[in-house]
């Protein structure tokens, strides 16, 4: 059963506040800073040679070999309907931890916030349009927002379905 937004902002406000304060990673994408729980993150590189695998969806950038281990790399500025500005000095890849890891390709990784609970907000009400769920919430450090990911529902399974079978289920 899939909550709306109405749902997920009261799950978020009775939530225990210690659930969402802590740790965060930061980074920057298209202009915007988003972060992530630091306890998913496993590592961060610099963008390496990607294979790319035929037959996926758009943001798959392909896989890669870490240590001997293959690892799938999205690209989340594709994965959120941005144009793709290409890779500068600064893009890095995130190894982030859903059960499985995954690389995640981002414009600049910023810095690591302690973001207590009190200072996180449910996310904004954008009507039955936007699909906020992939938020946890927005951040408040220093006067700035950090939009929260859900690391979990941004990548979900669905990077992984064959981009045919995706098609013939539209």
């Known amino acids: 059963m899939q909550m709306g937004n109405d749902d997920r902002a009261v799950a978020i406000a009775e939530a225990p506040q210690m659930e969402l304060g802590g740790k965060y990673l930061t980074f920057e994408l298209g202009g915007e800073v988003y972060g992530v729980p630091i306890l998913q993150v496993r590592e961060i590189i610099r963008v390496m040679d990607i294979t790319r695998v035929p037959h996926t969806l758009p943001y798959l950038r392909g896989v890669f070999n870490l240590r001997g281990k293959v690892i799938p790399v999205i690209d989340l500025r594709l994965r959120f309907g941005m144009s793709n500005s290409g ?11 859903v059960g499985a890891q995954i690389g995640v390709v981002v414009d600049e990784v910023r810095e690591v916030h302690d973001i207590r609970a009190d200072n996180i907000s449910p996310p904004p009400e954008f009507g039955a349009s936007v699909d906020t769920e992939c938020l946890l919430g927005m951040g408040k450090v220093d006067g700035e927002i950090k939009i929260l990911l859900d690391i979990d529902r941004v990548l979900g399974k669905e990077p992984f379905i064959n981009a045919r079978e995706a098609e013939a289920t539209a």
Request: net charge negative; charged share 25%.
């Open 87 to 97: 890779d500068s000095e600064l893009t890095c890849v995130i190894v982030v931890d």
